[in-house]
């Protein structure tokens, strides 16, 4: 009696150009509906692909993002305990539906954002104010009369008159002396600094430079500011130097999913924490609870701010930020 030669193997046929492209298509929106994300493996069952497979898209969907964008500007899928997370870069995010109200409340704030005399930040507002007045229709005789009954006083612009003068010394690459404020310190000093550019977070104004004095770039609200005087030499912004990536970096909270940490945060850094959602003023300093676990970029963004936050918890990033600050100290010695 003969044997039965073993049935051969069947190949898994390779997808299609146009199968791939709908595959993704549809994974990155039916991801990110859910805050909770997906599991991997019911979203490979969906796709009908193996789970290493599905992880290769995952990678490749990574890298989707403009030529020369920053990391903000590309998709960022990542698989956590087997779960999958979409985070949509802003410019693909749905554009918000505003109401009448909010559409008063965004009105009435841009103006206090003008008046800066930096040519295309302001035609840049107008032209946004042009076109929610002409979304309201109807709704823009109320506006009228709130507007009639809110004035914006000198106070309002605080720190707008020095802005002018620091874009002109950016554009030219003039360094410059400030007479600048310390709210930890509690005392105006004079410094010089290399105008790298200015950036408007939460309404309010920003120098960045790198400062002669700590010789590493720093950043100064212009509210704080008493004057601007241009100095003869000019300067160069460094290469490596990213003016969006220092923005992301310094003045936004990071965020994460999993793991709580506690901060204490002193000096200039209260002032900023205070700000922050679920801040707590204590004697001394200011203390905040973040939702997020803690990573090695996390150890690199507190140490950005000098000796004005100590991590109260958890242990481990108490040590890692220690551990760092030996690395650095050894690289010195």
């Known amino acids: 009696m003969k044997k039965k030669a ?40 969906r796709l009908d692909v193996p789970e290493e497979e599905l992880l290769a898209e995952i990678d490749l969907l990574c890298q989707v993002g403009p030529p020369a964008g920053d990391p903000a500007d590309f998709l960022l899928l990542t698989v956590e305990e ?8 802003q410019r693909l995010v749905r554009p918000p539906r505003l109401s009448a109200q909010e ?4 009105l009435l704030g ?24 002409r979304a309201l229709g109807s709704s823009q005789d109320a506006l009228a009369r709130i507007e009639q009954d809110i004035l914006l006083g000198k106070e309002d612009a605080a720190g707008l008159a020095v802005v002018p003068e620091l874009a002109r010394a950016a554009r030219a690459h003039r360094a410059v002396d400030i007479e600048y404020y310390s709210a930890g310190r509690g005392a105006s000093s004079r410094r010089g600094v290399d ?16 400062c002669h004095k700590n010789d590493e770039p720093r950043l100064f609200k212009c509210e704080r500011i008493a004057s601007v005087e241009l100095r003869a030499e000019k300067f160069t912004v460094p290469d490596d ?10 003045m936004r909270l990071p965020t994460a999913r ?20 679920g801040a707590k003023k204590k004697p001394g300093g ?29 242990a481990e990033l108490r040590s890692a930020v220690r551990e760092r600050l030996r690395a650095i100290a050894a690289a010195h010695e």
């Open 6 to 45: 073993p049935g051969k193997v069947a190949r898994r046929k390779e997808p299609t150009t146009a199968e791939r492209i709908r595959r993704l298509l549809f994974l990155v929106p039916f991801v990110a509906a859910r805050d909770d994300g997906v599991p991997l493996s019911e979203l490979a069952e």
């Open 82 to 89: 087997g779960r999958v997370f979409v985070d949509l870069p």
């Open 103 to 106: 559409a008063f409340a965004l």
């Open 110 to 133: 841009a103006q206090a954002l003008r008046g800066t005399g930096i040519q295309h930040h302001e035609d840049a507002l107008a032209r946004a104010a042009q076109k929610i007045r």
């Open 195 to 210: 105008p790298y550019g200015l950036v408007n977070h939460l309404g309010a104004w920003y120098l960045v430079g790198r």
């Open 241 to 250: 130097f990213d003016l969006g990536i220092f923005q992301r970096d310094r």
């Open 258 to 277: 999993t793991g709580t940490i506690k901060l204490r945060a002193t000096g200039e850094a209260a002032a900023r924490a205070a700000q922050w959602e």
């Open 286 to 314: 200011v203390d905040v609870s973040l939702e997020m676990a803690p990573n090695e970029w996390l150890v690199g963004w507190i140490l950005g701010f000098g000796g004005d936050v100590e991590v109260l918890a958890p």
